[in-house]
T-cell receptor
Framework: AQSVTQLDSQVPVFEEAPVELRCNYSSSVSVYLFWYVQYPNQGLQLLLK??????LVESINGFEAEFNKSQTSFHLRKPSVHISDTAEYFC????????????FGQGTRLTINP | DTAVSQTPKYLVTQMGNDKSIKCEQN?????MYWYKQDSKKFLKIMFS???????INETVPNRFSPKSPDKAHLNLHINSLELGDSAVYFC?????????????FGEGSRLTVL
């Protein structure tokens, strides 16, 4: 079975500061890795994903995540956050073989203060 | 146009009642899902359908019965509601049923059982 641990339930940062949201996973088989974002009162949206190839993946709004196989981590980073980044962020994995079944972490609430 | 729409958005009901949540997607996707988000924001898959066929059925009580009349619709019927069923239920769809696909989520249906 797969499991995902997001090490911080809440992360408050000041606007324009850098941020890192940590994610570790456990799986006995190969997985794909995802970050989803949930803005208040909305559904989840895909932020970025790692399937294969370069271990560093980027989103269109400045977030990046690095897949580290040896540490089984997929931490999310942004060098300078904006008020509009305030949201809940979910790390998730899905096994490569078989039907899509996302296993989510507990979520990290990112709060940006002015 | 909303890609994945759910109705109702809010549902308040008494224990023991039966209720349904409807979901429709206009993305032309073949695969649809129901996820449950509990009060701690933890998301867990319940069901997945591919072209109207059930492909994932997690350990969900028999009181929960999904129905997919066509590949654009996936409804969730819940019998004999219990307090523990209170949660936000998210419908989602994806173009492929395999592990790499991006999920598109609806805005959620918040069920409160009194």
């Amino acid at each position: 079975a797969q499991s995902v641990t997001q090490l911080d339930s809440q992360v408050p940062v000041f606007e324009e500061a850098p941020v890192e949201l940590r994610c570790n996973y456990s799986s006995s088989v190969s997985v794909y890795l995802f970050w989803y974002v949930q803005y208040p009162n909305q559904g989840l949206q895909l932020l970025l994903k790692y399937l294969s190839g370069s271990t560093l993946v980027e989103s269109i709004n400045g977030f990046e995540a690095e897949f580290n196989k040896s540490q089984t981590s997929f931490h999310l980073r942004k060098p300078s956050v904006h008020i509009s980044d305030t949201a809940e962020y979910f790390c998730a994995v899905s096994i490569i073989q078989g039907a899509q079944k996302l296993v989510f972490g507990q979520g990290t609430r990112l709060t940006i203060n002015p | 146009d909303t890609a994945v729409s759910q109705t109702p958005k809010y549902l308040v009901t008494q224990m023991g009642n039966d209720k349904s949540i409807k979901c429709e997607q206009n993305l032309g996707h073949d695969t649809m899902y129901w996820y449950k988000q509990d009060s701690k924001k933890f998301l867990k898959i319940m069901f997945s359908y591919n072209n109207k066929e059930l492909i994932i059925n997690e350990t969900v009580p028999n009181r929960f019965s999904p129905k997919s009349p066509d590949k654009a619709h996936l409804n969730l019927h819940i019998n004999s509601l219990e307090l523990g069923d209170s949660a936000v239920y998210f419908c989602a769809s994806s173009q492929v049923s395999g592990g790499a696909g991006e999920l598109f989520f609806g805005e959620g249906s918040r069920l409160t059982v009194l």
